[in-house]
């Protein structure tokens, strides 16, 4: 119900920086919750950060004063600041979007872009 479409990953060395962008597209009236979760090779896909549409930000540990989320809910996207990146923070970065209120009906569970891949090198 929701197309997520992100960009913005690449290849950077440790301690450089990125800027990871996701604009939603469709007749979507509102999202609740967007952010970035990550899958590392042979890892789980875990929480980066989330941003809630008052603003309300909730970060890992692992990214806490490093990343930067925000959102423009007018254009229904969000961007992931990336700061003193390392090689640990290499993985396939996800785009969510939660709570999606699209065409009248409600949608309570995630939607996902396809994932843009961010490398470190150390």
């Known amino acids: 119900q929701v197309h997520l479409v992100e960009s913005g990953g690449g290849l950077v060395q440790a301690g450089g920086s990125l800027r990871l962008s996701c604009a939603a597209s469709?007749?979507?009236?509102?999202?609740?919750?967007m952010g970035w979760y990550r899958q590392a090779p042979g890892k789980q896909r875990e929480l980066v950060a989330v941003?809630?549409?008052?603003?309300?930000?909730n970060y890992a540990d692992a990214v806490k004063g490093r990343f930067t989320i925000s959102r423009d809910n007018a254009k229904n996207s969000v961007n992931l600041q990336m700061n003193s990146l390392n090689p640990e923070d290499t993985a396939v970065y996800y785009c969510?979007?939660?709570?999606?209120?699209?065409?009248?009906?409600?949608?309570?569970?995630?939607?996902w872009g396809q994932g843009t891949q961010v490398t470190v090198s150390s």
């Open positions: 469709g007749s979507i009236s509102s999202i609740n919750v």
């Open positions: 969510s979007a939660q709570g999606v209120s699209h065409k009248g009906t409600f949608y309570p569970d995630p939607d």
């Open positions: 941003v809630s549409r008052t603003g309300s930000t």
